[in-house]
């Protein structure tokens, strides 16, 4: 399942990108996060609980909640391309957030049942889950609530963006890189542990101020950004030379976490009246071409052999691992100028983006097809 999840996102980016120039915004955006990034994190995160909480891997039946959140993220795509599909909005949201809730509500049980304290990084995914609840109830509320629509639809964007997937992110890759530099941290628990209070401070603050009182919002993109500057200046004193490095995932991750800073701040360079109308600056696409995009393909790179055969890791997950990271260093740095670009409101950037993950997927494929057909499992 997870890496279907991994292969459907990776079209979905690519198909939205392509799609950009034709489509509405809002569409291509829904098609990358709800369609491409929202199952995928659900079916990650059903993986991971069960390794975070040391209890037994999560039921089959689980596979529904991505399936669930794909039909709710379809829906919202059709009904923000297609004018007569409203009603689609409400819907997706209403499937979304099913989905959402019993990931939730699943956690929790796992985290209720097991022996001892789970590791950290299972508090920073059930923040993530709350705030896209409350992001998706802040779409049905504008239903009910039509004066307050454009309000609700930035309380809904931050929630999701610096919430849902940004929190989710954070969690992740600080604890996924030092695995993929092969130095394991002891202070990335500790750490985890004491940022995540600024983390969700930051991104409530930051999506109520963005929806009705601006003063807030800077205070809370300050305190947002202490989790990832304490992150990055932690890798940079620990895997400076994994990350600065022509093959591997590491490269991507780092430029995943940078990208993530930068499409924030360029939120609020955005959110000062006299720079919006000086240049036509695009946090959206350049937290997709400058995050979204090394994220998921250096932490494909890095998990699908693992997702593909579970179980003792052997010569073919190292083979195929070491073939899916080929020039990530390259992609890493492409996909930061087509953030960069796409950023700043240049059409190319996207382009950039888009032929640089076509590329990642060719050789995925090739990769994959060498790894599953020309050279089977050896046996043990
Ligand atoms: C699946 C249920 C979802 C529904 C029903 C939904 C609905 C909406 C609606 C109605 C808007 C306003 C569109 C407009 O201004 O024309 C919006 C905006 C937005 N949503 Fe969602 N959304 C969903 C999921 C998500 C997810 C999962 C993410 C991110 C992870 C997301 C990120 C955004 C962003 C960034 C915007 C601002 C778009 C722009 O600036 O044009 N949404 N959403």
């Avoid at 932490?299 to 070491?322: I, K, M």
């Avoid at 888009?354 to 599953?372: H, K, N, Y």
């Amino acid at each position: 399942m997870l890496p279907a999840l991994v292969f459907l996102a990776l079209a979905a980016f690519a198909a939205a990108l392509l799609w950009s120039p034709h489509a509405g915004r809002a569409a291509a955006l829904h098609l990358i996060l709800a369609v491409g990034a929202m199952p995928l994190i659900f079916g990650a995160m059903g993986h991971f609980i069960p390794v975070l909480t040391r209890t037994r891997s999560a039921p089959s039946a689980l596979a529904i909640l991505p399936v669930l959140a794909l039909a709710g993220g379809a829906l919202v795509v059709a009904a923000l391309g297609f004018p007569g599909m409203l009603w689609g909005q409400p819907a997706g949201a209403l499937l979304a957030v099913t989905a959402a809730g019993a990931l939730f509500v699943w956690s929790r049980r796992r985290r209720a049942g097991m022996l001892g304290r789970p590791h950290p990084c299972l508090a920073w995914y059930e923040a993530a889950l709350a705030c896209l609840v409350a992001a998706l109830l802040a779409i049905l509320a504008s239903a009910l609530w039509p004066q307050q629509a454009s309000a609700l639809r930035r309380l809904h964007l931050h929630l999701n963006t610096l919430g849902f997937v940004g929190l989710t992110a954070m969690g992740t890759l600080a604890v996924l890189l030092p695995t993929v530099a092969g130095r394991p941290h002891p202070q990335t628990g500790p750490r985890l542990r004491r940022d995540l209070s600024w983390a969700v401070a930051g991104t409530l603050l930051v999506a109520l101020g963005a929806a009705w009182y601006g003063p807030l919002a800077w205070v809370g993109g300050a305190l947002w950004t202490i989790p990832p500057a304490r992150l990055a200046a932690g890798w940079l004193r620990s895997c400076r030379v994994e990350i600065v490095a022509l093959h591997g995932a590491a490269p991507l991750l780092a430029a995943a976490l940078a990208g993530l800073v930068g499409s924030a701040m360029l939120g609020a360079v955005n959110a000062i009246p006299a720079t919006a109308t000086l240049h036509s600056l695009q946090p959206a696409w350049a937290f997709v071409a400058g995050f979204i995009l090394p994220l998921v393909s250096g932490a494909a790179s890095q998990l699908l052999p693992v997702w593909l055969r579970p179980g003792v890791q052997d010569g073919w997950h190292v083979r195929l691992r070491d073939n899916l990271g080929r020039y990530g260093g390259a992609r890493a740095v492409l996909f930061g100028i087509a953030g960069g670009a796409a950023g700043i409101g240049r059409e190319w950037g996207l382009l950039l983006g888009a032929v640089t993950l076509i590329l990642f997927l060719l050789q995925a494929c090739v990769a994959l097809a060498q790894a599953l057909i020309v050279r089977p499992r050896s046996p043990s």
